[in-house]
């Protein structure tokens, strides 16, 4: 095993900028560190190019005109970790019960290396334990038959291709569930849900061309130098422009602040750096929609003061309202003015495309500042000055991430990203769209075909007519639902195409208890984890391929495909030797468990492994339009785009046009016991040392840690208030349902700069504290950004 790091910790050193020698120093370490073989360098070149590899880390676009070396710190972690020689092989397995792998940390049991052939857990010596291919289809099978299809759970992470997702919903259907859980319930479900009720677009509007036309970009709640990097790239050339980038964030993120291009010589040698945010705003956790709403109040005031001074075209100086009432606005509409600007709103544009401006306009008049400046923990100043640049520009990009959809209001934050670009019909033109940066590589992907526990955003009647069965109609589990259905005891079996379920999820306390009580878990992985440390009465664990492996059948080599953050889909070939011969790859896996269970549906199968072209083809004859050419196009230079109305400016809503959509407060309702003194607001994050729950170091060097992740992020004037000096150790412990206790002990106090009343610590040794029901209503993402806790001194020393 691993050792624990014998490093001392190192907490507060300055980080350095994005990318940079910090950048190249992180990515050699963990290619010696993998032991990746010689061919590592070179198959990185290959890593989204055309017709290379797509990246395994994040979604981020792969452009047309490639850099010479398309890749980043986090594309090359993620690429060692997965053609590295380390094996967890037999000899691992003979070696180690499951009850000793139980106490091993994340980052030990996946540093083992790739798993090397299929396994069966073995009760008598508590081990995993070697198994024929087909015998483990066969009890699946056999297991799966004997239980409802709703006792199932058929889980996916974000990492699976578009053929093999198709594959594995349509087995999940004929099966006859739609207990399809994926890994944007906890992510970008808030998107999925707020998006189309705003806009009628159920991901985002902006492609890459974007980043090349906005004047301005808002940059909300997003990490970029540490979860999409390759997008520095972008924001670094549009900076280059001119472009200023306003950027909204709970924490001063180093990556988000200055930018080294690791790939420009000239830079790395003469330390040139590129400032990237012109404008940076530290909201409060959840204070999002009070911010949005005070820029929404500048603007909205300042062009009430226009309109009753008579002025609705401006130009020079002409503005002079005459409402002296309200000097902030009128002094705001006369900036706006002398930047010889038409109308702070576009009114066209709200006329012809939207509906609800005026409920929305009443209620931001309504709010008063001191109320959005105590939830945003802006300034006044600071959201008139915002709104200043926003009506100072023709063509606004506005991007967002995690900040905004794990939240209680997480479908609320999206409805006011959206409500904010509608005021100045910020999108469906060149440079003004809607860009929501996604996790997983092909995590919008999935559910483009069909991994969704929503009936209706599947074409049900087409899957019939194709592959004569009755698909089931009811709705399924998303993975909250899953969460409660295992508590709960009626959940029997839960399949996993990759990810770790058990640690990405809340409550792991209860939820660790009941996933032993499972009849079946089946695992699909390329790592061991704790999901298949920890694991159900009869339980698998299936090793496949990863992307970059060479996937050999019948018909040759095959290709796969994916769906990146801004829609467009893109072919994907394996250069790397497979990591051991008994592996299979993830379409040969889910077939061979849908052939050994279902009893109906005429769908090839076998042909289907043999040569993938022809999941694509029926891919393409289930959704015609979306993937028109699809296996002509598969290499086309920069992907195929998919077709995306809202860009167009047509409305797929109810009402036709597009909805300003008015929260109906400006921070979500937390119980009483939540307000008392003491208690901070938690938001859990990611170092730019791990990818989700795949932990491939303790050194977050952006925020200056090295050595451990067991920390507490504070400000300085809260460590003070509630008795603490930095480097104290301390246990977090939930402060809602506290009849319940969660808690997670032994984290160091780490003075930074964070609002007052916030805290942030990383993810996942947090999860134990997150209660199930801490989810938003509407789209059941967990609140993962904003958890009352209390901090008490700690008797335990930091784990690392
Ligand atoms: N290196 C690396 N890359 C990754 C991943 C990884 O784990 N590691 N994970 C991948 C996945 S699946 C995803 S979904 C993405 C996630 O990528 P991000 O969307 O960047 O998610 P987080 O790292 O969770 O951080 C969210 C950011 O929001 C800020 N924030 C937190 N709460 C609030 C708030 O209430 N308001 C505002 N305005 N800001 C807030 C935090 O300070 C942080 O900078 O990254 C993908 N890429
Ligand atoms: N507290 C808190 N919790 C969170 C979040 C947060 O911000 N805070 N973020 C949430 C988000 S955004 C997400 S997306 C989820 C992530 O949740 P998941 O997607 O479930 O988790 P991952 O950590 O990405 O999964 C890692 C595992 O995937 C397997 N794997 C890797 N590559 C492959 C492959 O090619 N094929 C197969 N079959 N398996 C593979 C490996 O075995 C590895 O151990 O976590 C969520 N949980
Ligand atoms: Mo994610």
């Given at each position: 095993?691993?050792k ?9 050193f300055?980080?350095g900028p994005?990318?940079?020698w910090?950048?190249?120093k992180?990515?050699s370490e ?5 032991h990746?073989?010689?061919s ?6 290959e ?6 590899y797509?990246c395994v880390?994040?979604?981020?676009a792969k452009p ?5 070396l398309?890749?980043c710190?986090?594309g090359?972690?993620a690429?060692a ?6 094996r967890?092989?037999?000899a691992?397995?003979?070696?180690h019960?499951l009850a000793?792998?139980?106490?091993w940390?994340?980052?030990d049991?996946e ?7 299929p396994?069966r857990?073995?009760?008598e ?13 066969e009890?699946?099978g056999?297991?799966?038959?004997g239980i ?7 889980y996916t992470?974000?990492?699976?291709s578009?053929e ?7 087995m999940a259907?004929?099966y006859?569930s739609?207990n399809?859980?994926d890994?944007s319930?906890?992510c ?5 849900v ?7 677009a159920s991901?985002g509007?902006?492609?890459l ?17 540490t979860?999409?990097?390759r997008?520095?790239h ?13 950027t909204?964030?709970?924490l001063?993120?180093?990556?988000l ?6 790939q ?19 909201v ?22 226009l309109?009753a001074?008579?002025i609705t075209?401006v130009s ?5 309202p005459d409402d002296?009432?309200n000097a902030?606005a009128i002094?705001?509409?006369a ?10 709103l576009?009114h ?9 401006f005026?409920?929305f ?7 008063q500042?001191e109320?959005?400046e ?6 006044r ?6 709104a200043?640049i926003?009506?100072?520009?023709d063509?606004?990009?506005i991007?967002?991430?995690m900040?905004?959809?794990?939240h209680l ?15 100045r019909?910020?999108i469906?033109k060149?440079g003004a ?8 590589s ?6 483009t075909v069909?991994?969704t526990?929503?009936p ?17 109609r009811?709705e399924?589990?998303t ?7 295992i508590?709960?005891g009626?959940t029997k ?5 990759g990810?770790?379920f058990?640690r ?7 939820m660790e208890a009941a996933?032993r009580k ?10 061991l984890?704790?999901?298949?440390v920890?694991?159900?009465?009869i339980a698998?664990?299936l090793?496949?391929l990863?992307r970059?492996e060479i996937?050999?059948?019948a018909?040759?080599p ?5 769906e990146?953050s ?8 394996g250069?790397?030797?497979?990591a051991s011969p008994?592996?299979?790859s993830?379409p040969?896996i ?5 052939k050994?269970?279902?009893t109906q549906?005429e769908v090839?199968w076998?042909?289907?492994v ?6 694509r083809?029926a891919?393409?004859q289930?959704y015609?339009e ?7 196009r598969?290499f086309q230079?920069?992907g ?5 109305p809202?860009r167009?400016?047509?409305?797929v809503?109810?009402s036709?046009?597009a909805?300003f ?5 400006l921070?979500?309702e937390?119980p009483e016991?939540?307000?008392?003194e003491g ?6 994050l990611r170092?730019?040392d ?7 170091g303790y050194?977050d060097?952006?925020r ?12 300085g004037?809260?460590?003070a208030?509630?008795?603490f ?6 246990d ?9 206790r969660?808690e997670?002990?032994?984290f ?9 009343g916030c805290?942030?610590?990383y ?10 029901s801490?989810h ?5 993402t967990p609140s993962y950004?904003l958890l ?7 008797d ?5």
């Open positions: 095993m691993t624990n790091p014998k490093r001392r910790p190192k907490i507060g300055d980080s994005a990318g940079g910090g950048s190249a992180s990515v963990v290619l010696l560190r993998e990746v073989p010689l590592g360098p070179t198959l990185l070149a890593q989204n190019k055309p017709d290379g797509m880390s994040c979604a981020w047309a005109k490639t850099h010479p398309e890749f710190e986090n090359a972690k690429t970790w997965e053609v590295t020689s380390r967890a092989d037999r691992f397995f003979e070696a019960t000793e792998l139980e106490s940390r994340d980052h049991l540093e083992q290396g790739r798993l090397t052939h396994m857990w073995d009760s010596g508590d081990k995993y334990v070697p198994v024929d291919w087909e015998e483990a289809f009890e699946i056999r297991e799966l038959r409802s299809p709703k006792q199932a759970e058929f992470s974000g990492r699976a578009l093999t997702s198709y594959m594995y919903q349509l259907r004929i006859g739609n399809l859980p890994s319930n906890m970008h479900e808030s998107s999925s707020g998006l189309p009720e705003s806009i009628g991901v509007t902006a492609i061309s974007d980043f090349q036309n906005c004047d301005c970009i808002f940059y909300i709640a997003q990490n970029v130098g979860s999409s990097p997008l520095l972008d924001l670094q050339d549009a900076v280059d422009r001119g472009v200023k980038v306003v909204f964030n709970l001063k993120e180093p990556g602040e200055r930018f080294i291009n690791p420009a010589p000239s830079e790395m040698l003469t330390g040139k750096e590129t400032p990237i945010s012109s404008n940076y705003y530290q409060k956790s959840g204070g999002d929609i009070a911010a949005i709403f005070g820029i929404s109040k500048a603007l909205i005031e300042a062009d009430d003061a309109h001074a008579g075209k020079g100086s002409d503005a002079e002296p009432s902030a002094a705001f509409a900036s706006i003015a002398a930047a010889d600007k038409k109308h702070v576009d066209d544009f709200i006329s012809t495309h939207t509906a609800g005026e409920e306009a009443a209620a931001a008049r309504q709010y500042w109320d959005l105590r939830v945003s923990g802006l300034t100043q600071q959201m008139i000055e915002a200043g926003y009506a100072a520009s063509a606004v990009l991007v967002y991430g900040g905004l959809t794990q209001m997480g479908v609320e934050n999206v409805h006011m990203v959206a409500n904010l670009a509608l005021l019909g910020n469906g060149p769209n809607i860009c929501a940066v996604r996790g997983h092909n995590v919008q992907g999935q559910r069909g991994i526990e929503k209706g955003l599947v074409p049900l009647d087409k899957l019939k007519e194709l592959y004569k069965f009755e698909p089931p009811w399924g589990h993975t909250v639902d899953t969460c409660k259905s508590i709960e009626e079996a839960f399949i996993s195409l990810g770790n058990l990405a999820a809340p409550e792991t306390g209860a996933w499972l009849r079946l878990t089946v695992q699909i992985a390329t790592k984890n704790r999901s298949h920890i694991h159900g009465e698998y664990l090793p496949c990863g970059i996937d050999e059948q018909s040759g095959q290709a796969v495909s994916m990146s801004i829609a467009h889909f893109h072919g994907s070939r250069k790397a030797k497979p008994e592996l299979l993830e040969a889910v077939a061979g468990i849908a050994a269970t279902l549906g090839p076998d042909q289907w043999g040569d993938y072209a022809l999941i083809e891919i393409e289930t015609p979306t993937f028109k050419d699809f296996n002509k598969l230079p920069g195929i785009p998919r077709p995306l809202a167009e400016r047509k409305w809503t109810q036709g046009k909805n959509l008015t929260p109906p407060r921070f979500p937390l016991e939540a307000h008392a208690v901070l607001h938690l938001s859990t170092s730019n791990q990818f989700n729950t795949t932990i491939y050194s060097r952006f200056g840690i090295d050595g451990t992740r067991q920390v507490v992020f504070m400000n004037k809260d460590i208030r509630l008795g000096a930095a480097g104290d150790v301390v977090l412990v939930t402060a809602m349902e506290s009849q319940k969660r997670v002990k032994g160091r106090v780490v003075e930074y700069q964070i609002p007052e805290c942030a610590a993810y996942p040794e947090t999860n134990p504290l997150f209660p199930l801490h938003s209503p509407k789209a059941k950004k009352p806790v209390r901090l008490t001194r700690s335990r020393m930091p784990f690392n």
